[in-house]
């Protein structure tokens, strides 16, 4: 029996590198499909089942992040890895495409041999990730940089999709608030010391969802952070990550002087019983 060809979608507004690419591919045995803009993309993304998108950053209209953002926001798509192409190499535009959701980076000028070695890569490391944590009832891992830990979110954030009855809306803001504690931890609790890693551990439970994020600083006293919505804390940036967390969660517990926050998200009645009766996810 023949094997199924992996199908890519290539995304971007130059057709020559797109038809260029195509061809490329092709001859190494995958199907493809171009797109020349962002809102080709998300019209043509539903219509077939992506293995991989190929999506430039720098496109007129809807831009790669932007696609990016509504795919990985969608159960239906969340699965897709989404290689980003950028013609900046940067940490500001790296973080960025990590905070909207990719899955790996390539950086333009590169070569087709490159290119399919990204590919390649990225679809063996996401699918292992996947079936890996698809099996445990407990997820946990370490990080010592900004860009790991976006890594680790994202993969996070597939795994909330799939086994929590959580909206779309209401992962979007675990996503952030996730964001904002884990670099809290990095940059306040860790002090940005290349030697300290901070810890997350996610719970699944049959009616909410439990997270604990532990950095090995001195912590602090939850206390000292001011209301950022006082008249006399608008101008200060301090305290307000904590304050969007809270917005967020059911539950926010600091332990051991601060050092160790547990997030806890119930789910709520209605979304457990619309679970039960649609089982397939959307």
Known sequence: MAQTKKRILIVDDDPDLCDMLSKYLQVHGYDTDSAHS?????????????????LDI?????????????????RRFNHIPILMLSAKDTEQDKIVGLQTGADAYIF??????????????TMERVNRKRSELGIQHEISFRFLS?????????????????????????IWELKLALHEIGINA???GNKMDPEKAVSVRCAFFEDKIEFLIEDEGEGFSPDAVPDPTRDDALQRERGRGIYLVTQVVDRIEYVDKGSRVRLTKMFSTHARLKKCKQPRPE
């Open 58 to 74: 720098m496109m007129p209209g809807i831009d790669g992040y932007e696609v990016c953002h509504r795919l990985k926001m969608r």
């Open 108 to 121: 333009k000028p590169f070569e087709a041999p490159a290119l399919l070695q990204a590919i390649e890569e």
């Open 38 to 54: 962002g809102e080709q993309a998300l019209k043509k993304t539903p219509r077939k089942d992506y293995d991989l998108i190929v």
């Open 186 to 188: 990095i940059e306040h």
């Open 146 to 170: 900004r860009f790991s830990y976006l890594e680790k979110v994202n993969e996070l954030v597939s795994q909330l999709f799939t086994r929590t009855p959580l909206s779309a809306d209401e």
